[in-house]
């Protein structure tokens, strides 16, 4: 069959037989929502649909739902999240294992609708584990992983999942599902192992702590989180096993073992920057491509192995921290110790191709060759001050 990016998250969802799922609509989310609440009204899903009044209450739904020992899901974007961010913060650092897609989207003002990665980005403290996804089967793919990771006692934390705006999100692609009994087979109904609240046994949950407790309770969140690279890798193989598709853990690598140019990137734009690698190699230019699948935990150790020994790194942001620089490109370089170059990108759904990551790639090098010490880019901006 074919599906959008959005369709293909509601087919994962199902599949994984989510419980409770609470959403408000906002562009260019709102598909994800519309196709599980159709299949709920055709009697093809046995899912509580939720209708709150805002993304707030839709996350707080959801913790509900989830400390009663219910598999919750929910869907967002832009300023949906930033509105719901609290209870982002309760649901990561209260241990509950919701499951939540966000279709990245640029943050106003101005207004915009289209894609960027910021606003998932700010929420990478949160105690979530995060994902992007670079395709249509991988959304689906991911949406059906990320209960099982969220779930597995290991772990115990909520998973996000990102999908690029349009690009991803409303763009059809070939889709192959795994049919409802190897979903069941892959991901058991819920255990409901991590239910806190329970009517005969009234409690408090969540109250004042002072603290002689409190980084006792951070450092416990930091350990799941931690420990989720190594359930991550497992998700993704036993999927690949019951599939039949390759499936990517913590991070892609594409013709990176004699590289000379790596490009690191985020999300749907890989598969461009593969393209521009085929390229550039058929012009002499040994290019390679390292795609982030996981973004918390940060897959440092795959990340080095991947980049070790490249002569030249060259990061693509679709993203900015004001002061800072690009999140990723920061992150990198912070936990490597490699200096890549940091190219912005992509910002506010600007166009991001093939000849982009090309010239990006060919960039990078020259830059290296001359030794030139400025590490930040913008790339493709239409005044006379590309480069900081």
């Known amino acids: 069959m074919f599906a959008t990016g959005n369709h293909a998250v509601a087919y994962g969802v199902k599949a994984a037989r989510a419980e409770v799922i609470a959403a408000y609509p906002i562009t260019p989310q709102t598909q994800i929502i519309e196709k599980l609440s159709e299949f709920i009204e055709k009697g093809e899903m046995g899912a509580k649909f939720l209708r709150v009044e805002s993304e707030h209450s839709a996350m707080a739904a959801c913790i509900g739902a989830s400390a009663c020992g219910a598999r919750a899901f929910t869907a967002t974007s832009s300023q949906g999240l930033l509105y719901m961010s609290e209870m982002v913060f309760w649901a990561g650092l209260g241990s509950f294992p919701v499951v939540m897609a966000v279709v990245t989207r640029t943050l106003a003002p101005p207004w915009s609708i289209w ?118 890798e497992e998700a993704a193989s036993e999927f690949s096993r019951i599939s039949g598709r390759a499936q990517t853990g913590l991070v892609e ?50 990340l080095g192995a991947a980049l070790r020994g490249c002569r030249t790194v060259a990061v693509v942001d679709m993203d900015y921290s004001f002061g800072y620089g690009g999140i990723i490109g920061r992150e990198v370089a912070s936990v490597t110790g490699i200096r890549p170059f940091n190219y912005i990108a992509g910002i506010g759904g600007r166009d991001l191709g093939v000849r982009d990551f090309a010239g990006i790639a060919r960039d990078a090098l020259r830059r290296g060759e001359s030794g030139d010490e400025r590490r930040e880019i913008w790339w493709g901006m239409k005044d006379s001050q590309p480069s900081l």
């Open 115 to 232: 894609n960027e990665h910021t606003d998932i980005l700010s929420q990478r403290d949160a105690g979530w584990i995060t994902i992007m996804c670079g395709s249509v089967q991988e959304a689906y793919d991911t949406a059906i992983q990320a209960f099982r990771i969220a779930e597995d006692r290991r772990v115990r934390q909520p998973v996000m999942f990102g999908l690029d705006a349009f690009s991803l999100s409303h763009t059809s692609e070939r889709l192959d599902l795994i049919g409802q009994e190897g979903a069941d087979a892959y991901l058991p109904a819920p255990e409901g192992h991590w239910r806190v609240v329970d009517v005969q046994e009234p409690a408090t949950y969540g109250n004042l702590v002072g603290p002689e407790r409190m980084m006792e309770i951070r450092y416990s969140v930091k350990r799941r989180v931690d420990d989720s690279a190594g359930v991550i």
């Open 253 to 302: 690598e594409y013709r990176t073992s004699d590289a000379e140019v790596i490009l690191a990137v985020v999300g749907a734009s890989s598969g461009d920057a593969k393209d521009a690698a085929d390229l550039l190699r058929d012009k002499g230019i040994r290019a390679g491509v390292a795609r982030l699948r996981v973004i918390r935990p940060f897959p440092a150790e795959r």
